[in-house]
DNA sequence: CAAATAGTGTCTCTAAGACAATATCAC
DNA sequence: GTGATATTGTCTTAGAGACACTATTTG
C-alpha cells in the first residue's frame, strides 16, 4: 500500500490534455465630458477600456485585455497584470463574473477565460502609455422590444455593435449568446454583456460604487455614478437620503463652480 | 504578411506550461427528518454531497464532488458529468461561484478549480448508487462573536468541523481563509463556505429556491426552504404575500395530514 | 373535540418617491 | 440679479412585519 508521499512521488499529472487559461478584463470607468456652459454640469459617461489587436487571429478588432495564467500566480493576479502590462491602467476592484469554455471559442485551440468585471477610479489613467492601441470606448447597452440587447461601443469614429439574446439560464449564470459580434474579437461581446448585467446588478446596492470616485466625492458625483451606470435618473433629496448610511462628511468643500459649494465626503469605515 | 489562415498553421500552444482544471460541486439539498407525532410537520435541514476520498492524497478525507475538465466540454457540462458520474444525483441547476488557484491548493501539482454551487430536487435521489461513499451531511454555518464562521458537517456519528475567516475583499469577490479545515479534503472548506454564502444570498429572492422542490409544493414547504436556508423564520401570513407574485394555484390539495389540506401551487412561467 | 396546519384581514411602521422651498456661489 | 447646483423638509404611497381571527382535516 502506497502511503501519501510515495503516491505524489508517482503521481503524473501529464498523461491528461490540459486546456490554456487566461484571464479577461473588462474594465470600466465614469468619464466626463466637457462643460458647456461654464456652469453646467458636466455629462458622465460609462466606458470601457479595449486594445486593437495587432496579430492574428481577430487582427485589427478590438478585444478585452487579457492574457495566459502563469504558474505560481492566482487567476486575480493574473487579470491585474495582464491589464496592467496591457493597457497601463491599475484597477480598484475586480470580480470575477463567469468562465468562457466554450470549446470553439478560440480559433488558437482550447482556451477558456476566467472574465472579470474591474472598476478604474475617476482620474487614475496616466497619459502617455506604451499601449497605444487601447483606448476608451463609450457603452451603450440597451434591450429592444424583442428582448434583443444591443450593445454599442463609441471611440470617435469607431462604433462597435454587436447583438446578444440572453440565454434560459438553465444550469447556470445567467449567460449572453452572440448574435452578431461587430468588430469584437472572440466571444468578448458576450462577456462584456455578462460583465455589464454583473456591474447593473451591483450599482444599486452603494457598497458598489464607491471605486468609481476619488477618496472625496459630492453627493451629486456619487449620484451621476449610479445614474450612468443605471441608466436611471433619481430626485436629489432622495438620493441623499440613501446615501446617508454609507458616507460620512468631511470638513471640504468644493469651490469655483458658480453655484453653491459642495461638501466632500468620503465612504464611511 | 501572414493571413490568419497561415498564422493558426504555425501556432504552437503548448509552447507554455498549463494547468489542469477541475470543476467542484458543492449540492445542496432540503431533506425533512421523519416527523414525531402523525401531525406534526417534518423538520426541514440543509444537507450538502460530500464523497470519501478513497485514494491519495487527503485519502479517507471527505471532499466535494468534482473532476477535471476534459477537451470538448464546457466547464458546467464538466460539473454536472462528474457530479453525476460520482454521486449518481442530477442537479436541477447550477452556478459558478468562484475560481479556487491558489498555486499550492493541491499537492499533486497545479490544478485549479471551478467551483459550482448546485441545487438537487427533494426526493430525486434515486438508493443504489455504485456511489457507496457519497452521502449527505447536515449544514450548520454560523458566525461567531469574533467574527470567524464555523462550518460543521454532520453525518451520523461523523462530525466535520471547519473554521473560517472573511476575507477583505479588496481586488476580488468574498472569499474565506481556512483557520481550520477538519477532515475536508483541500481547500474544500473555503469553496463550500463561498457556496453557502452565495446561496444565502439568493435565497432572499423567490426566483432561486424553487428547484429544491418538487413541480408542485405547498406554500408552507416553499416557506421552509427559504427558512431553511437562510436560518430565520416569518410569519405565515407575511410569507404568502410576498410568495403570492411567484407562484400560481393548481386545482390538487395535499390530504391525510391529519388538518386542513393545503393547496398545491406551481411557480410561476 | 383536540391538535395541528391552512388561509385571510388589518393595523402599524418604515422606506421610497414626489414635490416644494431655501441656500449659496461666480459671473 | 441670474443661473446654476446644494441642501433640507414634508406629504403621500407601497411594502414589510405583527397579530388576531377563521377554516378544515384526522385520530
Known amino acids: 500500500m502506497q502511503n501519501e508521499h510515495e503516491f505524489l512521488q508517482t503521481y503524473r499529472l501529464d498523461d491528461y490534455e490540459r486546456p490554456s487559461v487566461t484571464a479577461d478584463v473588462a474594465a470600466f470607468m465614469i468619464r466626463r465630458t466637457a462643460e458647456e456652459s461654464y456652469r453646467k454640469e458636466p455629462e458622465s459617461r460609462l466606458s470601457l477600456l479595449l486594445i486593437r489587436r495587432g496579430g492574428h487571429p481577430f487582427k485589427d478588432c478590438w478585444a478585452l485585455p487579457g492574457g495566459f495564467l502563469q504558474k505560481g500566480e492566482t487567476i486575480e ?149 449610479q445614474e450612468t451606470i443605471l441608466n436611471i435618473s433619481v430626485l436629489p433629496a432622495n438620493f441623499r437620503r440613501k446615501a446617508a448610511e454609507y458616507v460620512e462628511e468631511t470638513e471640504e468643500y468644493t469651490s469655483g463652480a458658480g453655484h453653491r459649494p459642495a461638501k466632500l465626503f468620503r465612504k464611511k469605515a
Open 77 to 225: 493576479s493574473c487579470a491585474l497584470r495582464e491589464i496592467r502590462e496591457e493597457t497601463n491602467v491599475t484597477p480598484a476592484a475586480i470580480k470575477l463574473i463567469g468562465m468562457f469554455t466554450e470549446p470553439e471559442r478560440d480559433p488558437r485551440g482550447w482556451i477558456i477565460s476566467a472574465a472579470f468585471a474591474s472598476i478604474i477610479t475617476e482620474g487614475t489613467v496616466q497619459g502617455g502609455d506604451d499601449a497605444a492601441e487601447a483606448q476608451w470606448f463609450d457603452v451603450r447597452f440597451e434591450q429592444d422590444e424583442a428582448g434583443l440587447y444591443h450593445l454599442t461601443l463609441t471611440h470617435g469614429d469607431t462604433t462597435l455593435d454587436a447583438v446578444l439574446e440572453e440565454q434560459s439560464t438553465r444550469h447556470g449564470a445567467a449567460g449572453f449568446a452572440i448574435r452578431e459580434s461587430g468588430s469584437l474579437a472572440f466571444d468578448h461581446a458576450a462577456i462584456i454583456a455578462a460583465a455589464l448585467s454583473a456591474l447593473r446588478r451591483e450599482a444599486g446596492k452603494f457598497e458598489a460604487i464607491f471605486d468609481f470616485l476619488p477618496e472625496t466625492f459630492t453627493l451629486t458625483q456619487l449620484q451621476r455614478v
